[in-house]
T-cell receptor
């Protein structure tokens, strides 16, 4: 089954404690991206990747890092999380240059 | 810069009635346009896309959308909705570079029995 998986699905952490949200796809897609979803703001792109070792900033990259060492994985790293990063995060992948398949989401709360 | 405006945040409609969800965009270059659907507690799913060609685009689940360049709109329509269509719908636009996708704030469609 074609899918995008994210882990963890839910996470509560404290300010400043580094965390990583993993994203993996099994469709051999070149394009992957991360979004955050906040009430009334829709989805905003954090980072995207056109291929292995090729990443670029989206609309709201501050406070986030990504890496793309393998085609299937695209982890999102928060080096020092802050409360304003409390949000619902989605990873997406596609054979196009826009997302077609989204993961189930990761709900992050930073206290 | 590109932007998307979804004119209605909530649209209640009775089952089997037609529905139109409105979307307007602004962009200084040619655009690609998309509609996504998000069912409760799930990720987004691509409903349909306009890349080029015919301005009337058909998607999954009986939805269609029409690209109107002069009015910079991409409204989503369905002639007869079902309870299972209850979800949040997002319009999105990408410029010719196709690297950044800008989403609208979403329209919650609630289908009433």
């Amino acid at each position: 089954e074609a899918q995008v998986t994210q882990n963890p699905r839910y996470l509560i952490t404290v300010t400043g404690k580094k965390l990583t949200v993993t994203c993996s796809q099994n469709m051999n897609h070149e394009y992957m991206s991360w979004y955050r979803q906040d009430p009334g703001l829709g989805l905003r792109q954090i980072y995207y990747s056109m291929n292995v070792e090729v990443t670029d900033k989206g609309d709201v990259p501050e406070g986030y890092k990504v890496s793309r060492k393998e085609k299937r994985n695209f982890p999102l790293i928060l080096e020092s999380p802050s409360p304003n990063q409390t949000s619902l995060y989605f990873c997406a992948s596609s054979s196009l240059q826009v997302p077609e398949f989204f993961g189930p989401g990761t709900r992050l709360t930073v206290l | 810069a590109q932007s998307v405006t979804q004119l209605d945040s909530q649209v209640p409609v009775f089952e089997e009635a037609p529905v139109e969800l409105r979307c307007n965009y602004s962009s200084s270059v040619s655009v690609y346009l998309f509609w996504y659907v998000q069912y409760p507690n799930q990720g987004l799913q691509l409903l349909l896309k306009y890349l080029s060609g015919s301005t009337l685009v058909k998607g999954i689940n009986g939805f269609e959308a029409e690209f109107n360049k002069s009015q910079t709109s991409f409204h989503l329509r369905k002639p007869s909705v079902h309870i299972s269509d209850t979800a949040e719908y997002f319009c999105a636009v990408s410029s010719g570079s196709a690297r950044q996708l800008t989403f609208g704030s979403g329209t919650q469609l609630t289908v009433l029995p």
